[in-house]
């Protein structure tokens, strides 16, 4: 396990040191699974650094947050602002971001409203999230076991923290049996997403992503590879995909925060396309990267710069 540190976290307001931000035991999130999150990207681009869609995944974390009842005690803008400081703070150029929202103990028992709300920004640096050639050379994935809540039970639509025991089952089944991830089906069995990516393949020159009705977190990497790969001249298509319409892909490729853009070369040992990176996952892969390093005009208004350090006289 690589060693995941920094120097400075956000706790309600304030920046405290990395040691200083435990947590009691009596936290309602941590008997309850009472939490909300994001992982978001902060790059060096040519600009500077630069966040990667932040305005959506702040408002993905209000959603989530509203959907359980739970009031952040903070504006979004000064959630976007107190993102740009903790990453200032840390002075890291290029990071991963996790705000973190969970209910704080204070409250004994199922009932989350009495308990405490408690806000935290984690910033860290995280490099590939599916193994080190994953980028060039894909990954082998499986279809799980495990399948994706069915509607009605937990909402897909919250990024909560009590999703991610699901996402964990699909993890551990997929890495123990020697794949790099595994693919969920939905409640109906039609494919939804990996434990933490959200899932396209190609096929005649077309994309193809589950819809929003396959138990899927709405990615915020899949809606800018749908506006990417629009902007190709690709057709992209939302709809509920059969499993074996994977298997007879040309290409498939997952995409998340983490992720980002990650080639698939085989699913459940059956080969894919050509069992590589095919050319329209190479072509996404590089207008997403041209865009997130700023090699290109952030034309859809998709960064936000970090303040950088003020200029000092002695600078
Ligand atoms: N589905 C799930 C279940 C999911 O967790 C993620 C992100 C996505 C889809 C893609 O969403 P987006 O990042 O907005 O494109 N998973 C986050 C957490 C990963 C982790 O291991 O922790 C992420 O990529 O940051």
Request: charged share 25%; aromatic share 10%; hydrophobic share 40%.
């Amino acid at each position: 396990m690589s060693e995941i540190r920094a120097k400075k976290i956000w706790r309600n307001g304030e920046l405290i040191d990395w040691e200083q931000a435990t947590v009691h035991v009596m936290a309602h999130a941590l008997h309850y699974g009472s939490s909300w999150f994001e992982g978001i990207r902060c790059y060096k681009t040519a600009r500077g650094s630069e966040v990667f869609r932040l305005p959506e995944h702040v408002n993905r974390l209000f959603d989530s947050c509203k959907i359980y009842r739970a009031n952040i005690p903070f504006s979004k803008q000064e959630i976007i602002e107190a993102i740009l400081q903790t990453i200032d703070a840390n002075n890291l150029e290029q990071c991963y971001i996790r705000p973190l929202v969970f209910r704080g103990a204070g409250a004994i028992g199922v009932n989350p409203l009495p308990a405490p709300i408690e806000s935290y920004i984690i910033v860290w640096e995280w490099g590939s999230y599916l193994g080190e050639d994953a980028m060039e050379n894909g990954v082998d994935l499986c279809v799980s076991s495990w399948h994706r809540a069915a509607p009605n039970t937990f909402p897909s639509m919250a990024k909560a923290g009590g999703n991610y025991l699901n996402s964990a089952l699909i993890k551990m089944e997929a890495t123990l049996d020697g794949f790099a991830e595994g693919i969920a089906l939905d409640s109906e069995g039609f494919v939804s997403e990996g434990s933490g990516e959200n899932i396209f393949l190609v096929r005649g020159g077309r994309l193809y992503t589950s819809s929003l009705n396959s138990a899927i977190l709405p990615g915020i990497t899949r809606d800018s590879v749908i506006t990417l790969a629009r902007d190709a001249g690709y057709e992209v298509v939302e709809q509920k995909i059969p499993r074996e319409m994977l298997y007879l892909a040309d290409e498939v490729f997952v995409t998340g925060t983490a992720a980002e853009i990650t080639p698939v070369r085989s699913i459940d040992r059956i080969v894919i396309g050509e069992g590589k990176r095919g050319p329209v996952t190479a072509v996404i892969q590089r207008r997403f990267f041209d865009y997130v390093e700023g090699k290109v005009d952030d034309r859809y208004g998709w960064m936000t710069p970090v303040r950088t350090k003020k200029l000092t006289i002695d600078d």
